[in-house]
């Protein structure tokens, strides 16, 4: 079994900075891409940022300059580090990860998602 748990989500003003943390537990071989999306009100959920392997990252062109993800391996965990943050950062964010785990008696990869964490940007 694989969990990923989410920290770091909170209320602060536009210009304020938050981290978050992602940490994903279980029976882990591996982890590929690790993510982290977000979903406003009304809105679909969109990548924000993602992190593979080897440390190559990719950031939605709304967030580029401004957030910065990372990720620890020893730890199986990844983080975002969110600046200069405005109004419409406002949304649930969810991590993602692409993890290779023992299954029974075998193992393979599947995609997890955390609970979510609120982050609110007041202006």
């Known amino acids: 079994q694989v969990q990923l748990v989410e920290s770091g989500g909170g209320l602060v003003q536009a210009g304020g900075s938050l981290r978050l943390s992602c940490a994903a537990s279980?029976?882990?071989?591996?982890?590929?891409?690790m993510g982290w999306y977000r979903q406003a009100p009304g809105k679909q959920r969109e990548l924000v940022a993602a992190?593979?392997?080897?440390?190559?990252?990719n950031y939605a062109d709304s967030v580029k300059g401004r957030f910065t993800i990372s990720r620890d391996n020893a730890k199986n965990t990844v983080y975002l580090q969110m600046n200069s943050l405005k109004p419409e950062d406002t949304a649930v964010y969810y991590c993602?990860?692409?993890?290779?785990?023992?299954?029974?008696?075998?193992?393979?990869?599947?995609?997890?998602w955390g609970q979510g964490t609120q982050v609110t940007v007041s202006s």
């Open positions: 992190i593979i392997s080897d440390g190559s990252t």
């Open positions: 993602n990860a692409a993890i290779r785990a023992i299954k029974g008696w075998s193992a393979g990869v599947g995609d997890y």
């Open positions: 279980g029976s882990i071989l591996s982890i590929n891409a």
